[in-house]
């Protein structure tokens, strides 16, 4: 069997080592190496398959890759093959460009509990890219059909790795015994579904059998940011959203207010507290596509308006509608959230439709830049910011969103958060003093 460097570079993810996959991308005069050749160097910054060039070539990218495994980023390192001073001192002449892209293994999230809630989050961590390992007594392999191991047994065998993330979905009568078993193992994240009371007072009892302050520390219960959540479904972007921030070190706020691209007055002040709302999301590609399965996920009627769309790219569940050019299907009610997804073809346009009817929330995908480009847009004809309070741009939760599944989880998180009124802080850390029981709202932090 011949190897290349995705088989090496997957044995060692398989094995949970990070690696950089380094690759000339391109070549100005004489060189050992040519464009396309590649290599990959594991965490110790060893070749251990390819060939980028010879040499202090290689030594100089295998010090720099160990830089992009540290910083977690791609880089492009310039290795000058002339300058017998200042270079790497090699006689080939001229100079390369190499790409460096870190890798690394799935993130490890252990499900302690096999209720339907466990199962909604074990399935929506899965999509997110979690390498999902599910253990209770009563844990069914077909239950979890998106985790990576699934352990039927009793918590005495219960063992979670060290600076492993561990959210706590089981029965409350079992979550006390599986604390017991958690929090000796250092656990980086402990994430427990219950309510404060509840939370409290089990506190109190770890600390009573001897249990550390420090270590309690770890417990984040009521865990999830606060999106207002009532649903199942809800309580899964509740509760991953909150594991993103903190993996991610960000502030779970509105994107639209971090980045200070749109801060209306006037927003509406309470949440509703009917159904979920249904979902438009207009354009294609890969966030539309992620936009889709994850609303399907929750329980979302979805409609794709998509100029081009192929319907084997989107759950069987969604309502697709092709070649509207100019918008005149796309079927805005003041309940509808709207995600506009276009890559810049039109979201102007789209945008203008959806104020026209006066849709509940107006998500739009693009950078803080091109979000005021079209806002400024839309002012100048005419729609000030008492039409535009429901729009937000960019989309989303600042949660970090690296890929088009996290962007799409962020920006449906943040549907949530205006739709019930949360206030998209962390629940454990809200002034339960507030007259209405969870504080100031999302929509609060605009007025």
């Excluded at 039927?152 to 065998?157: E, L, M, N």
């Excluded at 962007?407 to 002034?431: K, N, T």
């Amino acid at each position: 069997m011949t190897l290349d460097v995705y088989d090496i570079s997957k044995r060692l993810l398989a094995e949970r080592k990070p690696c950089v996959l380094a690759t000339v991308i391109r070549v100005l005069g004489s060189a050992s190496a040519k464009p396309g050749s590649k290599a990959v160097i594991d965490d110790r910054g060893r070749n251990l398959f390819g060939w980028v060039g010879g040499g202090c070539a290689e030594s100089l990218v295998r010090e720099e890759a160990l830089k992009a495994l540290a910083e977690r980023q791609t880089r492009i390192v310039r290795v000058d093959l002339d300058d017998e001073v200042l270079g790497v001192g090699m006689p080939c002449g001229g100079n390369m460009d190499v790409y460096l892209e870190p890798r690394f293994p799935p993130r490890r999230l252990v499900v302690a509990g096999s209720d339907r809630l466990a199962r909604h989050i074990s399935a929506m961590a899965g999509l997110l890219g979690y390498a999902v390992a599910v253990h209770a007594p009563q844990a069914e392999a077909e239950h979890f059909p998106t985790a990576e191991t699934v352990v039927r047994g009793d918590w005495a065998a219960f063992a979670p790795e060290e600076g492993a993330a561990v959210i706590i979905a089981g029965d409350h009568g079992e979550q006390a015994t599986i604390l017991e078993r958690v929090l000796p193992a250092q656990p980086g994240y402990v994430a427990m579904v219950a309510s404060r009371g509840l939370a409290q007072g089990l506190r109190a009892r770890l600390a009573r059998d001897g249990h550390a302050a420090a270590t309690l520390s770890a417990l984040r219960s009521p865990a999830g940011l606060d999106l207002g959540a009532r649903t199942l479904e809800e309580i899964s972007f509740s509760v991953l959203s909150e594991l993103l921030m903190w993996e991610r070190q960000r502030s779970g706020l509105p994107l639209r207010l971090v980045r200070e691209t749109h801060v209306p007055n006037g927003m509406h002040s309470a949440g509703s507290g009917g159904p979920s709302p249904p979902l438009v999301v207009v354009g294609s590609g890969r966030i539309a596509e992620e936009l889709a399965r994850l609303g399907a996920l929750a329980g979302r009627a979805v409609t794709v308006n998509a100029i081009q769309a192929a319907p084997e790219d989107f759950p069987s569940s969604t309502c697709l509608v092709t070649g509207d050019l100019d918008y005149a299907r796309l079927d805005i009610t003041p309940e509808t959230q709207v995600v506009i997804a276009t890559l810049h073809k039109g979201d102007h346009l789209s945008m203008q439709k959806a104020l026209e009817g006066q849709a509940a929330y107006i998500g739009l995908v693009a950078s803080a830049r091109r979000s005021k480009l079209v806002l400024n847009f839309l002012r100048e004809r005419g729609l000030g910011d008492a039409r535009m309070r429901q729009v937000f741009a960019p989309a989303g939760l600042d949660l970090g969103a690296l890929n088009p599944t996290e962007i799409a989880f962020s920006i449906l998180a943040e549907m949530v958060a205006m739709h019930r009124g949360g206030s998209c802080r962390p629940l454990i850390e809200q002034d339960t003093s507030a007259t209405s029981g969870r504080g100031q709202t999302c929509r609060d932090l605009f007025q």
